[in-house]
């Protein structure tokens, strides 16, 4: 099967996983391929993600200009083409609105406590971007401080998007930012938290250079000092340059070309 046949059935299979666990409703969300270094296989405007079929698809340049199709391309495809003009080895792009990782969006709040081993390893942590408008280079900017150094950002008020080296590997970043916002939003029910630090927190990083799954060319950062839920909204307020100094070092930040 070629590339391209083979990328648009692997987007019909993980709209329908998006719609599916209700990480999107209605015609919510937007996913998308690399096809080479010129061609962007992206979902169309106004579908459902889980009733797309192949043909659905449309073709883009890297400047958004459509090549292929009988559709518009998604009104956010410029989230897309800023993600993989600043990092070539993005091979897939997912944008969805998971319940509890977006209610964090929607809190102000970003997920960056060290909380669970798992997501340090995978993820590092997940910051929140400033609101833009869906649709304008206002969004786009906004995220731009965070895509050299995260493979997933919380979109204030808005959603989430996830990128990996290919579709499979953006979908499970998505879910697992959405699985982390629900273990978080039980630790703030609970009332209590007890983040990971120190020792342990540095035993992971070194692990996260071993882990056989992480492939990602970001560094992911991790947020080193165990602050309060205060803390990490007083993070997500802040503009994203000073907001990112917070945590372990400053970031590179690559400007697209
Ligand atoms: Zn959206």
Not at 5 to 24: A, K, N, P, T
Not at 57 to 62: A, E, G, K, N
Not at 163 to 190: P, R, S
Request: overall charge neutral; hydrophobic content about 40%.
């Amino acid at each position: 099967m070629s590339g391209e046949r083979q990328s648009r059935r692997e987007i019909v299979f993980f709209g329908r996983m998006l719609h599916d666990r209700g990480y999107v409703a209605a015609m919510d969300g937007n996913l998308s391929v690399r096809l080479d270094e010129e061609r962007i296989l992206a979902t169309p405007t106004a579908m459902c993600k889980g009733m797309m079929r192949p043909s659905d698809m449309v073709i883009v340049d890297l400047e958004g200009r459509c090549l292929a199709g009988r559709r518009c391309v998604s009104s956010e495809i410029g989230m897309h083409l800023l993600i993989y003009k600043m990092r070539p080895d993005i091979g897939a792009v997912v944008h969805a609105h998971p319940t509890t990782a977006t209610g964090f969006a929607a809190a102000g709040m970003a997920l960056t406590q060290p909380l669970v081993s798992e997501v340090v390893v995978g993820l590092g942590s997940i910051p929140l971007a400033r609101y833009g408008t869906p649709g304008t280079p206002e969004l786009w900017e906004a995220l731009e401080p965070f895509v050299p150094e995260y493979d997933a950002i919380l979109m204030s008020n808005h959603g989430v998007v996830a990128y990996g080296g290919d579709l499979h590997q953006a979908y499970m970043k998505m879910e697992t930012v959405e699985h982390f916002a629900q273990i978080a939003l039980v630790t703030h029910i609970l009332g209590k938290q007890e983040p990971l630090g120190g020792n342990d927190l540095e035993k992971l990083i070194l692990a996260r250079s071993r882990y056989q799954g992480n492939r990602s060319a970001a560094r992911l950062p991790v947020a080193m000092s165990c602050g309060s839920l205060d803390d990490s909204r007083d993070l997500a307020r802040k503009d994203p340059e000073s907001a990112l100094s917070d945590v372990v070092s400053k970031p590179r930040v690559t400007r697209p070309r």
